[in-house]
């Protein structure tokens, strides 16, 4: 991805942001309802990758097809791995 100052911008709204509420309003409001159903299934096909789960059972869960499983699997790196981390912690895992 591409830093210029429109992203630069767009992520900063995004850190202001503080629940989920939050979240689904500003969302709602930047994306349509397919772009926000887009990500969220990646973000859930990349958090299964993740936990070692197989391509089978990911397409079965999420209903993504086997070519977006292998385009997450393929995109995994420091930022999806940042926010497991992350998440783990707040998990108390």
């Known amino acids: ?52 789960k197989i391509y089978s059972e990911i397409i079965e869960k999420t209903g993504v097809s086997t070519a977006t499983v292998s385009r997450v699997s393929r995109a995994i790196n420091e930022g999806f791995r940042c926010v497991f981390e992350r998440l783990k912690d707040d998990e108390g895992v």
Do not use: G, W
Not at 15 to 32: I, M, P, Q, R, V
Not at 36 to 48: G, L, N, Q
């Open 1 to 52: 991805m591409q830093k210029n100052n429109f992203n630069d911008q767009l992520f900063e709204a995004i850190l202001t942001l503080k629940t989920k509420e939050e979240c689904y309003k500003f969302f709602s409001d930047a994306c349509t309802p397919k772009e926000i159903d887009s990500i969220s299934k990646r973000f859930a096909v990349a958090k299964m990758l993740n936990e070692k």
